[in-house]
T-cell receptor, first 115, second 115 residues
Framework: QQQVKQSPQSLIVQKGGISIINCAYE??????FPWYQQFPGKGPALLIA?????SEKKEGRFTISFNKSAKQFSLHIMDSQPGDSATYFC??????????????FGAGTRLAVHP | DAGVIQSPRHEVTEMGQEVTLRCKPI?????LFWYRQTMMRGLELLIY????????DSGMPEDRFSAKMPNASFSTLKIQPSEPRDSAVYFC?????????????FGPGTRLTVL
């Protein structure tokens, strides 16, 4: 129930292409879905996040699409650039857990954008 | 702000030795988290503190692991005795609060290798 499943494990995209990373969850109590970006040798950093009351959130070239009925959400990177090459983690948390909202992370997707 | 500071960045030790990892959270942040990242298990939450008090240590793998936060600006994660399976990247993160939209800010991590 706590697991967040992420796919694909790795992804290669040409410069200018669209990168799509998918996540699925089981726990219907999850109500916050952030994506973290991690560059080699660095810690993860928040990229973009969404609440389930909206189906899409866009920030620049990054878009989260959210499907509540399917319990799935995805990250789309438009016009992918070599500088986007990093590992991306989806995550989920529930405000119903009380106190701190524990983040459950997906396994990560290693994205390589080739010039 | 300098962000979350971790030391050392790399640690190589021999099995059986004591290892101490250090973290300085972002000033004013009330929550501090310790994570472990491995290829096999991804990002795992080990323990978190609220206002210097340990709240949830259910992720600490064994009694060999211990964490302290003697004040608001310093925390340690100790492994004694260390084992080769403890080899991983250990991240410290802090956040201003425990709400769903309170972003966790990660440090650069400590790469631990136990021979």
């Amino acid at each position: 129930q706590q697991q967040v499943k992420q796919s694909p494990q790795s992804l290669i995209v040409q410069k200018g292409g669209i990168s799509i990373i998918n996540c699925a969850y089981e726990n219907t109590a999850f109500d916050y879905f952030p994506w973290y970006q991690q560059f080699p040798g660095k810690g993860p950093a928040l990229l973009i996040a969404i609440r389930p009351d909206v189906s899409e959130k866009k920030e620049g070239r990054f878009t989260i699409s959210f499907n509540k009925s399917a319990k799935q959400f995805s990250l789309h990177i438009m016009d992918s650039q070599p500088g986007d090459s990093a590992t991306y983690f989806c995550a989920a948390s529930s405000s119903l857990s009380g106190g701190y909202n524990k983040l459950i992370f997906g396994a990560g997707t290693r994205l390589a954008v080739h010039p | 702000d300098a962000g979350v500071i971790q030391s050392p960045r790399h640690e190589v030790t021999e099995m059986g030795q004591e290892v101490t990892l250090r973290c300085k959270p972002i000033s004013g942040h009330d929550y501090l988290f310790w994570y472990r990242q491995t290829m096999m298990r991804g990002l795992e939450l080990l323990i978190y503190f609220n206002n210097n008090v340990p709240i949830d240590d259910s992720g600490m793998p064994e009694d060999r692991f211990s964490a302290k936060m003697p004040n608001a600006s310093f925390s340690t994660l100790k492994i004694q005795p260390s084992e080769p399976r403890d080899s991983a990247v250990y991240f410290c993160a802090s956040s201003p609060g425990g709400g769903a939209t309170d972003t966790q800010y990660f440090g650069p991590g400590t790469r631990l290798t136990v021979l």
